[in-house]
T-cell receptor, first 113, second 115 residues
Framework: EAQVTQNPRYLITVTGKKLTVTCSQNMNHEYMSWYRQDPGLGLRQIYYSMNVEVTDKGDVPEGYKVSRKEKRNFPLILESPSPNQTSLYFC????????????FGPGTRLTVT | AQTVTQSQPEMSVQEAETVTLSCTYDTSESNYYLFWYKQPPSRQMILVIRQEAYKQQNATENRFSVNFQKAAKSFSLKISDSQLGDTAMYFCAFISNNAGNMLTFGGGTRLMVKP
């Protein structure tokens, strides 16, 4: 089954404790991205990747890092999480940057205390 | 930069009736796509319908249809014969055809379908 998977689905952590949220897709997609969802604001893009080893900032990149060492994986790294990063996070992928239909993962609910 | 506005934070409709969700956007581009996504309580983002800006004909997917007014920069979603399973958060989203692949979302409309 073609899908985007994220792990973990739920995470509660404390301020300053480094964490990684994994994202993997099995559709051989070139383009992958991370969004965060906050009430009233919709989803906002954090980082994106056009292909392996090619990443760039989205609208709200502060406090996050990403890497794209393999085509299928695009982890989101919070090196020193803060409470304002409490949010719902989505990974998404598309065939390439021209393919406008994007496939979303199931979401990761992160709480930073 | 593009902006997307959904002016109705919450709406409700009786089962089997019709409801329209509003969306307006602002862009200087002429070539773009618009989407409506549904997010049920499971949180999964589900694509409901898409519209290419160069197409004058309004998109339709079963009970879902849009009213796309390019000059007015308006993109409303009509749900006919509402069903309980339509209860969800609905997001309007914009994507440029020319610059990258970032979706710009509105703030969402929470729709409740009542029995």
């Amino acid at each position: 089954e073609a899908q985007v998977t994220q792990n973990p689905r739920y995470l509660i952590t404390v301020t300053g404790k480094k964490l990684t949220v994994t994202c993997s897709q099995n559709m051989n997609h070139e383009y992958m991205s991370w969004y965060r969802q906050d009430p009233g604001l919709g989803l906002r893009q954090i980082y994106y990747s056009m292909n392996v080893e090619v990443t760039d900032k989205g609208d709200v990149p502060e406090g996050y890092k990403v890497s794209r060492k393999e085509k299928r994986n695009f982890p989101l790294i919070l090196e020193s999480p803060s409470p304002n990063q409490t949010s719902l996070y989505f990974c998404a992928s598309s065939l390439n940057w021209r393919a406008k239909e994007q496939y979303f993962g199931p979401g990761t609910r992160l709480t930073v205390t | 930069a593009q902006t997307v506005t959904q002016s109705q934070p919450e709406m409700s409709v009786q089962e089997a009736e019709t409801v329209t969700l509003s969306c307006t956007y602002d862009t200087s581009e002429s070539n773009y796509y618009l989407f409506w996504y549904k997010q049920p309580p499971s949180r999964q983002m589900i694509l409901v319908i898409r519209q290419e800006a160069y197409k004058q004909q309004n998109a339709t997917e079963n009970r879902f249809s849009v009213n796309f007014q390019k000059a007015a920069k308006s993109f409303s979603l009509k749900i006919s014969d509402s069903q309980l399973g339509d209860t969800a958060m609905y997001f309007c989203a914009f994507i440029s055809n020319n610059a990258g692949n970032m979706l710009t979302f509105g703030g969402g409309t929470r729709l409740m379908v009542k029995p």
